[in-house]
């Protein structure tokens, strides 16, 4: 009996975890390249009172065997990199990736960062940077002269100046073998880890990278109908395991009075 209670906890703390990963989708359905998080879980070892096959008496095979689990664990949680919606902006730096890649940001410390958020401006010295004031990747820099800026579906990027247009440099991409083998930092940031491999560098439109969409934002590939019914899933779940143990409370009661 008491290892019905040991198996709904488990139930109940993976269901809370669910609900959190559901809340953390939730609250960035408006963050601009947001992807949104799915939990995995496996089952936890069996107690095995008798094996299959066994021989149940001469010449006899068990066809199955009888075996009691243990609960469920928590395996890892992934992150799914599908697309999400293309959203105008109208400004000029905005940029969005249609397809597979990510930019590669710059830290103040020299490391690299990725994100498919695009929401870029300039600083104080012409830099394309962040929302956070990381640099964009190689770094570009806009004339202070420059009346407008123009990104091409290549990533080639073109400042229009008084003296005529000219070009400061192109954006790149980076795949990685394993998109869900990277780490999400917060602030719209991925840090590469052994899982996900190395970056590879690459041109836009080509083998096989997206292409650059210039005035438009990737938005959050959260769709709350999904999450909404996650949700309602993940709450019954918790309910029923709680059940399971108010119920193996009350036999134990019932067990407690016959042996009065």
């Known amino acids: 009996m008491l290892r019905a209670f040991s198996t709904a906890a488990t139930g109940m703390d993976a269901q ?15 963050t601009s390249g947001f992807k949104r998080t799915q939990v995995n879980f496996q089952d936890l070892l069996y107690v095995k009172m008798q094996e299959a096959g066994r021989e149940i008496s001469s010449g006899v095979i068990a066809p199955s065997g009888m075996e009691v689990g243990s609960g ?9 990199f599908s697309p999400g919606e293309m959203q105008a902006t109208g400004n000029q730096l905005d940029l969005a990736i249609q397809g597979d890649g990510f930019f590669q940001i710059l830290l103040p410390n020299g490391e690299y960062r990725y994100t498919r958020d695009g929401a870029f401006q300039k600083d104080t010295n012409g830099l394309i940077v962040t929302s956070g004031g990381n640099q964009l990747n190689p770094g570009l820099t806009v004339p202070t002269n420059a009346t407008s800026v123009d990104i091409s579906l290549d ?14 440099g192109s954006v790149q991409l980076y795949r990685f073998p394993n998109n869900a083998g990277l780490t999400a930092e917060g602030g719209n940031l991925y840090k590469e880890t052994g899982a996900s491999g190395t970056a590879v560098a690459g041109n836009p439109g080509e083998n096989g990278y997206g292409t650059i969409l210039s005035q438009y934002l990737e938005k959050s590939n959260v769709e709350m109908v999904t999450e909404l019914v996650n949700l309602i899933t993940a709450q019954r779940a918790y309910e029923i395991n709680s059940r399971c143990i108010r119920v193996g409370d009350d036999m134990l009661k019932e067990l407690n009075q016959l042996v009065r």
């Open 16 to 30: 809370q975890m669910m609900v959190d990963t559901i809340a953390n989708n939730i609250a960035n359905a408006n």
């Open 72 to 80: 469920v664990k928590t395996a890892s949680t992934t992150k799914i």
């Open 155 to 168: 990533g080639t990027v073109s400042a229009e100046t008084p003296t005529g247009s000219q070009v400061i």
